[in-house]
């Protein structure tokens, strides 16, 4: 028999007893994660350390604070989200309710990823708890520091009857998809992973949420503060050591802008993460060896201008800078997921917006431009699941705007309240009274000509300025 029967049928007992539906359970159990971030907050950085050497900084800054604003978030919304919504009638059920009842789906998996273990666990956690579901939650087996954490400590916060965590390697993982879920919601690195959670999924028809990746573009233009320019893009690419699923994956430039771009991208590195970057408290480590040495081979893809160096030991890549690379090169062919920084030369804007438009949609396009016109262009005549105008990364720190991917980059959305709804099924209620059947009568057979008049008249929508003659 299936290992996870019995957990996910006690589970989807306490969800049928109706436990998780009420407003206070729900606050209850965000409140009891938020004393989790606050109370554990240094055994998730010394977690993350041991992990992959993720810098204090880094750590607390995407792994607590960012979890925590989504707690505020939805501590501070949740009753208004709840809230049954209310829409327009039509003239046959004007003295009727009509609304939106929000329901949790029931009993949901949540399956996390390495590059962010804690805070691409808990972000669609908080949603599914806020939207009164029962949740199964699997840390990746990839950072085994992190996975102990949410294994041993997390469950001490929540009720144990309506929240599991489960540690899985693939093997175990294929058994657990093996069960119904009501909700999937998958973060990981590459299609092919969200194409294993489908084809689970398709068995028992359960929707899915799929966060994958992507190569990123990022085109420079002609006119922009260069030194700013380099700053973000390689605060961006080698932030957690590259290993971003939205990170600047490669720069569409000039061969005049790459010119003046690779001494400032060279002094921003030093200036971030000084002379040798090896020794810099501020710069991560790759994950694991595998990863390690996926990322190496790719640095034969064009010709190395900055950093290159590497150690397999301590599992360091150092920040780096290829160009020279073509479309056809190995680098250009994956998400690099490590600290190397690609850089593309293209003729104009136009080029730099059809070689974008040639390739599969990714999670995020960047664009850099003094003139915002160039901005919005890319913005307009591309599609991708997010967008920002010069910067990088900083879209993800508003739970106000939806995270998601497109096409092959993920399908779903997530963030501030798109996670509640992620997690709720928007249910359309009519509620009738039991007289005025008279009116009724309008519908039943004998059909006629009349009685059709009538029906139009009580329930077409008009567009404005038309109006219905009997």
Known sequence: ENPYVGLVSRLRAAWLSGRTRSLEYRMAQLE???????????????????????????????????????????????????????????????LDSAFIRKDPYGVVLIIGPWNYPIYLLLVPLIGAIAAGNCVIIKPSELTKNSEKLMEEVLPQYLDKDCFAVVTAGVEETTRLLENKFDYIFFTGDSPSGGRIIMTAAAKHLTPVTLELGGKNPCYVSDTCDVQNVARRVAWGRFFNAGQTCIAPDYVLCSVEMQEKLMPALREAITEFYGSEPRNSPDFARIVGDEQFKRVQALLSSGRVAIGGQTDEKERYIAPTVLVDVKPSHPAMQEEIFGPILLIITVANMDEAIDFINSRERPLVIYAFSSDNKVVNQVLERTSSGGFCGNDTLMHVTLTSLPFGGIGSSGLGMCHGQFTFDTFTHHRGCLQRGTGLEPINTLRYPPYSTHKMGLIRTATSIKRRGECFLL
């Not at 993350?48 to 900084?57: E, N, Q, S, V, Y």
């Not at 800054?61 to 209310?86: I, P, Q």
């Open 32 to 94: 009891a994660l938020g004393r989790f971030l606050e109370e554990k907050k240094q055994d998730i950085l010394e977690a993350t350390a041991l992990d992959m050497r993720k810098p204090p900084f880094e750590a607390e800054f995407s792994e607590v604070l960012l979890c925590k604003n989504e707690l505020n978030e939805a501590l501070n919304n949740l009753s208004r989200w709840m809230k049954d919504k209310h829409v327009d009638k039509n003239l046959a059920t004007q």
